[in-house]
């Protein structure tokens, strides 16, 4: 197998960085990783695919169906530095609009630190 998948929990967020092929042979695989770290604590999935280099039909499966398990509790569902053989497979089949796509994990926890104060700002500061 031509893949690995690296985790880490860090205050709800649950930050996934594989590494290499995502194919009919790995997809499962990617899958299962990352479907064991998600828990009632888990509530942003980011996903880093820098060191992603290549991807077919099935892993883009894989990573909706992950999209769908943490939307389903609530949750959000980032992706982060796609490789531009990756970003252009998300826009042949149209699906970068619906996701939330940044360039970089420091990006990508901006728009959290934001999405939180906001949210405190609406509660009175609760």
């Not at 604590?41 to 894989?62: A, P, T």
Request: with cysteine; proline share 2%.
């Amino acid at each position: 197998m031509n893949l690995t998948v690296e985790t880490k929990k860090q205050e709800g967020t649950c930050y996934v960085s594989p590494k290499g092929i995502i194919d009919s042979e790995s997809s499962d695989y990617f899958y299962d990783e990352i479907k064991s770290e998600l828990d009632e604590k888990v509530h942003v999935l980011v996903l880093n695919m820098s060191e992603v280099v290549y991807m077919s039909s099935l892993g883009l499966g894989m990573l909706f169906k992950m999209k769908k398990d943490i939307e389903s509790t609530g949750g959000t569902f980032i992706l982060t530095e796609l490789q531009p053989q990756i970003q252009k497979i998300f826009k042949v089949i149209k699906a970068l609009p619906s996701l939330n796509v940044f360039k970089s994990v420091e990006e990508a926890d901006a728009y959290l630190d934001n999405i939180q104060k906001k949210e405190l700002e609406d509660n009175g500061g609760e």
